[in-house]
């Protein structure tokens, strides 16, 4: 436990809670951590530094989440990601970032459409110099451009805390470059169809990306 979690930061401004929830998740979904693994509050609160609070509120999370279990006289258990739960996510993202496409089709700016045609070059870019993690921080921003500009708060809420949870998935479908070459394929052809204003091909284009970046995930489960 100790070689897969540091202490925290003291730069980092966010909660604890929220900090060790995103380091377990993480090493679940990157496989650091293994089903039937002990998640032992003590042994993590002290690797981080922190007290068993945090750590006990990030446990019930991951027990909300499915990816860990609470067995009598046994403790917390790393639970893991199935094939079923990879593509329950996947089926609400690719229907809400449908929506978040079509309505940014109607509220985003010209300045927000140039940046997005920028971001387009820069992974492309960084596929050229093999610099995945620059490409998924241009991924993310690209996503964030677009789900503020749906102008739908309920709906960046949601499809954020979606986009936090497929932080490690995405590592994993994004990790040959055969797929970030088509992702960005993908990506242009929703920026082009943004920027004509035409909200059915836009949708049904992030939404055939969704469904192309589950199938990719799944195929290197």
């Given at each position: ?18 900090i ?5 998740r993480?090493a679940?979904l ?14 993590i609160?002290k ?20 990816l ?10 790393v ?7 990879a593509?329950?996510i ?7 970032e449908g ?7 109607l509220?985003i ?20 110099n ?9 991924h993310?921003e690209y ?6 500009a ?5 709906l ?6 979606i ?5 490690s ?8 470059k055969?797929?970030?070459e ?22 049904r ?15 290197e489960?």
């Amino acid at each position: 436990m100790d070689q897969i979690f540091k202490k925290i930061d003291d730069n980092d401004s966010r909660p604890s809670r929220e900090i060790i929830l995103e380091e377990l998740r993480c090493a679940i979904l990157d496989k650091k951590l293994k089903p039937g693994d002990r998640l032992v509050e003590n042994n993590i609160a002290k690797s981080m530094g922190v007290s068993r609070t945090p750590v006990r509120e990030a446990l019930r999370q991951l027990e909300i989440e499915g990816l860990a279990i609470n067995i009598a006289r046994k403790g917390t258990l790393v639970k893991g990601i199935s094939k079923k739960d990879a593509v329950e996510i996947y089926e609400i993202r690719e229907v809400l970032e449908g929506l978040a496409v079509r309505n940014a089709c109607l509220n985003i700016s010209r300045i927000e459409i140039l940046r997005l045609k920028e971001i387009i070059n820069e992974m492309r870019t960084c596929i050229d110099n093999n610099d995945n993690e620059s490409y998924i921080k241009s991924h993310n921003e690209y996503n964030e451009i677009i789900l503020n500009a749906s102008k739908n708060k309920r709906l960046i809420v949601n499809l954020k805390s979606i986009y936090e949870y497929l932080k490690s998935m995405r590592k994993v479908s994004l990790s040959y470059k055969i797929r970030r070459e088509k992702a960005l394929l993908e990506h242009s052809n929703i920026v082009e169809a943004i920027a004509k204003g035409d909200e059915a091909l836009a949708e049904r284009l992030s939404r055939e990306h969704v469904v192309n970046a589950k199938n990719a995930f799944i195929a290197e489960m």
